[in-house]
């Protein structure tokens, strides 16, 4: 028996295409790598905000477990002083497109401009691809005092408190009775041990409210 040769044409073309369309599955499905990239390229954070949150995305192949290292780098802000060093490894799961950095602001009552930093990606896993490797920070300075110490106040001898705070020693304490309300600066500068500053006030029988004011 001959086989028609129009349908043995038409089989050899639907083989033809079908190899084809196998073969663009194939590369979609498993050619594909996994691209890792920041959400921006650069964000502003304020110095009392506390903390900067950085995301970093996947896209492409979700399939495998993907990781890549990530560090900040000194620019104009000092690691320790404007901002916690930060690194480690980010692990995205099968099915997972997006983690989170978290970087720790350390912020001060010193006047500054805006200071930088960069979060750096590095180490991707075998066949992923790296699309921006740094990103940058800004930080603007606070609009003011971040807040006021804490006072404690103690007995230190008869007719004698110690009065006591954590952090600036530039700060002016001042003191008023309970009934006149009427505030008034103390010359005594403060005893500096550490982070522990301390003036020692004679009271005998008056009892002083005291308070802290930014020179």
């Known amino acids: 028996m001959t086989a028609n040769p129009t349908l043995l044409a038409l089989l050899m073309l ?9 073969a663009q599955m194939h590369a979609l499905d498993y050619d594909t790598p996994a691209y890792l990239d920041f959400e921006f390229s650069e964000v502003q954070v304020d110095e009392a905000d506390g903390v900067v949150l950085i ?9 495998k477990v993907t990781r890549v290292d990530f560090a900040t780098e000194e620019e104009t802000a000092s690691e320790g002083k404007d901002y916690k060093g930060t ?3 980010l692990t995205f799961q099968p099915g997972e497109g997006m983690k989170q950095i978290s ?5 001060d009552d010193e006047p500054e401009s805006g200071e930088t930093f960069k979060v750096v990606l590095s180490q991707a896993s075998g066949g992923s691809v790296i699309a921006r490797d740094s990103m940058l920070v800004t930080i603007k300075d606070a609009p003011g005092p971040i807040s006021t110490p804490k006072l404690a106040i103690a007995a230190a001898g008869r007719g004698k408190v110690a009065v006591s705070w954590e952090g600036d020693p530039s ?3 001042e003191r008023a009775t309970g009934v006149s309300c009427v505030w008034e600066g103390l010359s005594s500068e403060p005893t500096v041990s550490g982070t522990r500053c301390e003036v020692i006030e004679e009271t005998g029988a008056i009892v002083y409210l005291y308070r802290l004011r930014v020179r």
């Open 14 to 22: 639907l083989g033809a295409l079908t190899f084809r369309t196998d």
């Open 55 to 63: 995301n970093v995305y996947r896209l492409g192949d979700f399939r």
């Open 87 to 89: 690194g480690g490894t």
């Open 103 to 107: 970087i720790p602001l350390i912020a």
């Open 171 to 173: 700060y002016a304490l």
